[in-house]
C-alpha cells in the first residue's frame, strides 16, 4: 500500500527566501506525483504535475523534482513571498488513477 | 464559473441524519471521485466513478453510498451521519483521454456532525 508522508508539516520563513517542501512515497511504481496548493476554505489548486518518465517540471518561481528511485518529490519556491503562504500537498498517483495524498505542509511567510 | 462545483459549501447536521453531497462539472469528463480531508492526513479516497455504470469504493467507503446520476453529477450520501464523518469532502474529476490523467477539484464541502 502506498504511503506518502510530508514532513515537516508546517514551515515559517521570512520573505524572501527559498522554500523546500519534501515528500516521500514508498512505492516507486507510480504515473506521476502531483504539488497542490490549498487555501483556508478552498479547494486544491494544482501547482505541477511530474510524469514518471520526467526529472523535472519548472513553472515560474516554482520548481519539483522526481527521483523515483529513492522515492522522494521536492518543491522549491524560490524568492517567497507573503502570498505563497498556504498549505502544500503532494500526491502520487498509482495504477487506476488513485491518488494517494501526503499530509501537507502548512507554509507561512512573514512579511 | 467554475469547472467542478460542490453544494452545499457547508452543512451542520446532527448524528444519525441523511445527508447529501452533490458534486457537479462541466467539464465533460467521464472519471469522477469523491476525497475526505482530515486535518494532517491529506485526502481520503472514498469512492470513484469511471463512468455512469462503473461505480467503486476507495479505501474508506464504510458509511458513505454515491449515485452517478448522468456524466456530469456524483453524489456522495451519508446514510446515518456520525461525529468522526465531521470533515472536508472534496470532489474531483479526470479525462482519461489526455495524458497525463489529471484530477482537477472542486472547493470543497465542509461538513460538521454534531
Known amino acids: 500500500k502506498q504511503e506518502v508522508t510530508q514532513i515537516p508539516a508546517a514551515l515559517s520563513v521570512p520573505e524572501g527566501e527559498n522554500l523546500v517542501l519534501n515528500c516521500s512515497f514508498t512505492?516507486?511504481?507510480?504515473?506521476?506525483l502531483q504539488w497542490f496548493r490549498q487555501d483556508p476554505g478552498k479547494g486544491l489548486t494544482s501547482l505541477l504535475l511530474?510524469?514518471?518518465?520526467?526529472r523535472e517540471q519548472t513553472s515560474g518561481r516554482l520548481n519539483a523534482s522526481l527521483d523515483k528511485s529513492s522515492g522522494r518529490s521536492t518543491l522549491y519556491i524560490a524568492a517567497s513571498q507573503p502570498g505563497d503562504s498556504a498549505t502544500y500537498l503532494c500526491a502520487a498517483q498509482a495504477a487506476g488513477n488513485k491518488l494517494t495524498f501526503g499530509g501537507g505542509t502548512r507554509v507561512l511567510v512573514k512579511p | 464559473d467554475a469547472d467542478v462545483t460542490q453544494t452545499p459549501r457547508n452543512r451542520i447536521t446532527k448524528t444519525g441524519k441523511r445527508i447529501m453531497l452533490e458534486c457537479s462539472q462541466t467539464k465533460g469528463h467521464d472519471r469522477m471521485y469523491w476525497y475526505r480531508q482530515d486535518p494532517g492526513l491529506g485526502l481520503r479516497l472514498i469512492y470513484y466513478s469511471f463512468d455512469v455504470k462503473d461505480i467503486n469504493k476507495g479505501e474508506i467507503s464504510d458509511g458513505y453510498s454515491v449515485s452517478r446520476q448522468a456524466q456530469a453529477k456524483f453524489s456522495l450520501s451519508l446514510e446515518s451521519a456520525i461525529p468522526n464523518q465531521t470533515a472536508l469532502y472534496f470532489c474531483a474529476t479526470s479525462d482519461p483521454t489526455t495524458s497525463p490523467d489529471e484530477q482537477f477539484f472542486g472547493p470543497g464541502t465542509r461538513l460538521t456532525v454534531l
Open positions: 512505492d516507486s511504481a507510480i504515473y506521476n
Open positions: 511530474i510524469q514518471s518518465s520526467q
